[in-house]
């Protein structure tokens, strides 16, 4: 049973423009939503992070919204540059499980030049 | 360098080959974890150890067998494989179970022959 359910799978934008990708998850339980980031050739990377009692959270370019209700959490960044192409991983953990992470499948961005 | 360090880089092997694969960490993390990450799959959590004590291992074949002699070092050890087996295997540390602050290594990228 996938937890965590990622969209889209892959994303091509404009350089300048805006990326979104969006996350939904099932279990009510989960407590802390990461993004990573990942270039070829190496392990992922934590870029932001939201806990479930704040629905915005933004760290420069990028912004994490949470909508606790539907359960979904999504990943913006504007002004999108070719440096961003890298594949983006949102996750979920909860303490009770010692904060393991369930992963989406990943979003490979491409940003255009 | 993120401070968690995988070698090697890089792995092909026979299906009858026996081989390890080494994970060192100098962040003074208490937690370490093996995943596997496949392409177009979500990276899948494999064992997790505490304090040098596996607290989990996620239905994993017995092919493959891990070991962590002290909190510093992980390791993977591999025999009689299967081709499906080829992956990129990431080692992650964390400061310790309850703590959300995983750090990867860079992977490495195993292709069974």
């Known amino acids: 049973q996938q937890q965590v359910k990622q969209s889209p799978q892959s994303l091509i934008v404009q350089k300048g423009g805006i990326s979104i990708i969006n996350c939904a998850y099932e279990?009510?339980?989960?407590?802390?939503f990461p993004w990573y980031q990942q270039f070829p050739g190496k392990g992922p990377a934590l870029l932001i992070a939201i806990r479930p009692d704040v629905s915005e959270k933004k760290e420069g370019r990028f912004t994490i919204s949470f909508n606790k209700s539907a359960k979904q959490f999504s990943l913006h960044f504007k002004d999108s540059q070719p440096g961003d192409s890298a594949t983006y991983f949102c996750?979920?953990?909860?303490?009770?499980?010692?904060?393991?992470?369930?992963f989406g499948e990943g979003t490979q961005l491409t940003v255009n030049p | 360098e993120t401070g968690v360090t995988q070698t090697p880089r890089h792995l092909v092997m026979g299906m009858t080959n026996k081989k390890s694969l080494k994970c060192e960490q100098h962040l003074g993390h208490n937690a370490m974890y093996w995943y596997k990450q496949s392409a177009k799959k979500p990276l899948e959590l494999m064992f997790v150890?505490?304090?040098?004590?596996?607290?989990e291992n996620n239905s994993v074949p017995s092919r493959f067998s891990p070991e962590c002699p002290n909190s510093s070092h992980l390791f993977l050890h591999l025999h009689t494989l299967q081709p499906e087996d080829s992956a990129l295997y990431l080692c992650?540390?964390?400061?310790?179970?309850?703590?959300?602050?995983?750090?990867f290594g860079s992977g490495t990228r195993l292709t069974v022959v």
């Open positions: 992650a540390s964390n400061p310790g179970e309850g703590h959300y602050g995983y750090t």
């Open positions: 279990n009510t339980a989960f407590d802390y």
């Open positions: 996750a979920a953990s909860r303490e009770t499980s010692g904060s393991r992470l369930t």
């Open positions: 150890y505490n304090f040098k004590e596996q607290t």
